[in-house]
């Protein structure tokens, strides 16, 4: 019987370490993960029970020093032709046991693009960092602070609004920077975080992109508290929390790309978002299949298995039709990412608004079909112990993040129609 693995890739252009990547987090997740997922929720606030799953993937196979150049113990995937692809494979394997982990271990890349991917490779920040994530057997997080109290959906909307919302200020103090403010949600806070990449304004209200900075700021500087994680639907191995910068002093090159490319390349760190979700979505959708076969054959019907009666047929169908064609946007909005000789830059509105257009097309669609299956599933689909209602939660928040679907909205119509006000 077809397996997870007859949903099409592109052999063509996947990357050579798609596979291995594939094997070795497969094998990590049978093991380490899936037996366990189940006490996750009850493990949200203290990590006991995950933290181990975390140290083996991310410290001990060492997938959380992939981005960084290989003379300082990282991998190199930021200088690849398959930065995006590769990565696609990684944060899908790990969707498809606990997208929650899923969450934590991308959202680690997501504030190291700034600096370790080509055109824009920070290499002093890169060696001032690269020990952190790769001299450690531990897992060790990053996080992306950009959502505040006043509105995340906001400061992503930077083709529109530019940055001009953001109420965390960096002011420069002799050569270092001073940063305050409040930021809420980034994944990985809530007293986990050992490096936050931090959205702010060096000119409060100013449209001037040159105002736009992205500043590293180790989370063991004085004035940096991680508030307590927020209990979620769903997600538990993901953290987030208030977090608060208060007169934190960082030095002057911490600012990831300088004026004007923090802006531009923070948007190529958007479309990664955008990748990543659609990679978690994918992912979880790959596991739901699994669990829809075992209880399709097994669970009978007038005397035949369920899958045996049309109605059932059409749902089945239905998921495995929308998990192929996710799958083939997932990779193809990769190599849009990879090729930007084909494509355009990473950062262009463009890029972003297809992106944004995938993100939300993969979310409703996932979310659409997990409602069906939990119809299907009837009483087993509210049943713990199948772990079909924790992807039908975990799913539900990709769509939330990230501005949410009217975001995407905006920004597909905005770009296709050359909407001036949206
Ligand atoms: C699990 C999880 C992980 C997250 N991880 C991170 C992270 O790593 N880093 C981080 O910074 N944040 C993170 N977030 C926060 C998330 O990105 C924000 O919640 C999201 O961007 C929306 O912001 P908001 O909740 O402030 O809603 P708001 O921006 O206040 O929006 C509220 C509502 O208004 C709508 N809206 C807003 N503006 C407009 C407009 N112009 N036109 C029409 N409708 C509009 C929105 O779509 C939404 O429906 C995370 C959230 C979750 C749930």
Known sequence: MPSIDDFTRPKEYISPIDDYFGKIVRQWADKEVIPYRQRYDEDWQEHRLIEPAFDKLMGELG?????????????GLGHSHYTASASFRLMEEVARADSGIAVAFGVTFWPLIMICNEPHLNRRLCEEFAPLFCNTNKAVFAANAMTEPQGGADIENMEIIKGSTIETTAVLDGDDWIINGHKLWPTNSGGVC????????????????NDF???????????????????????????????????????????????GDDYKYFKEVISFGNLGSIAFVCGAMMNVFEILQNFCNSNLYRGLPVKEHDAVAAVLADLVKDIEIIRIIGYQYA???????LYGPRWSDEIVAKGRAYKYFACDRAVEDLGRVMNLMESGGSDRARDLEKHWRDIKIVQLWMGGKQLCQMETARWFFDCKTL
Not at 63 to 75: A, I
Request: some cysteine.
């Open 63 to 75: 997938l959380q020093r992939v981005l960084f150049p290989e003379d300082l113990g990282g991998w």
């Open 194 to 209: 050992s490096l936050f990449g931090v959205v702010c304004t060096t000119r409060p209200g100013s449209k001037d992109l």
């Open 213 to 259: 900075a992205f500043i590293f700021v180790p989370a063991d500087r004085p004035g940096v508290t991680q508030g307590n994680s927020y209990q979620k639907a769903g997600m538990a191995a993901d953290k987030n929390s208030d977090v608060w910068f208060d007169h934190v002093r960082v030095p002057k090159y911490y600012r990831a790309c300088g004026p």
């Open 335 to 341: 190599r849009m990412l990879d090729r930007p000789e």
